[in-house]
T-cell receptor, first 111, second 114 residues
Framework: GQQLNQSPQSMFIQEGEDVSMNCTSS?????WLWYKQDPGEGPVLLIA?????ELTSNGRLTAQFGITRKDSFLNISASIPSDVGIYFC???????????FGTGTRLTIIP | DTAVSQTPKYLVTQMGNDKSIKCEQN?????MYWYKQDSKKFLKIMFS???????INETVPNRFSPKSPDKAHLNLHINSLELGDSAVYFC?????????????FGPGTRLTVL
């Protein structure tokens, strides 16, 4: 089946540090999404990318859709305690209802 | 003002029982989904309905039966519960197709089968 791998699997950082995580696929996709899941909650969309090479920001978050359409990265600058959670990438193709999620990156902030 | 709501939040039951989880969205979306998140946090789609019609069934055992009485509701009924069914189940909705529309998730239902 489709493999959507995220790395790193987990991160332990100090408040104020920048964070970088990525997501790679064995297949081409036209839509790349980044979601965040807080403990006990459902995933919430952070950034949506629809065009290869596209770089999009949302506050301290920046994500890029890889030019090969097989990868994406998410950066978080100047991390704060509320950034703690699990970050998922997800992919889909136009005209397809199915969203496939990555394996997740768990972010922990060390006091 | 809850966009996607699920009930119950927690469900603890014995193996072999039948249970239902309800989902409602007030966003006016056409498409609704059920996902299962296992203990390793892997999130996998189970079903998708568009305008009350089933459009995705990801090889889910037929003990799981989704029902969509109208566009705003997608309920999940599970027969003969097994230990492996323990997971968090998320409902989601989107205006249309996943490739072009954001999916909005409910808060999840944590099912524990004893």
């Amino acid at each position: 089946g489709q493999q959507l791998n995220q790395s790193p699997q987990s991160m332990f950082i100090q408040e104020g540090e920048d964070v970088s995580m990525n997501c790679t696929s064995s297949s081409i996709f036209n839509t790349w999404l980044w979601y965040k899941q807080d403990p006990g909650e459902g995933p919430v969309l952070l950034i949506a990318l629809y065009k290869a090479g596209e770089l999009t920001s949302n506050g301290r978050l920046t994500a890029q859709f890889g030019i090969t359409r097989k990868d994406s990265f998410l950066n978080i600058s100047a991390s704060i305690p509320s950034d703690v959670g699990i970050y998922f990438c997800a992919v889909a193709n136009f005209g397809n209802e199915k969203l496939t999620f990555g394996t997740g990156t768990r972010l922990t902030i060390i006091p | 003002d809850t966009a996607v709501s699920q009930t119950p939040k927690y469900l603890v039951t014995q193996m072999g029982n039948d249970k239902s989880i309800k989902c409602e969205q007030n966003l006016g979306h056409d498409t609704m989904y059920w996902y299962k998140q296992d203990s390793k946090k892997f999130l996998k789609i189970m079903f998708s309905y568009n305008n009350k019609e089933l459009i995705i069934n990801e090889t889910v055992p037929n003990r799981f039966s989704p029902k969509s009485p109208d566009k705003a509701h997608l309920n999940l009924h599970i027969n003969s519960l097994e230990l492996g069914d323990s997971a968090v189940y998320f409902c989601a909705s989107s205006p249309g197709l996943a490739g072009e529309n954001t999916q909005y998730f409910g808060p999840g239902t944590r099912l524990t089968v004893l």
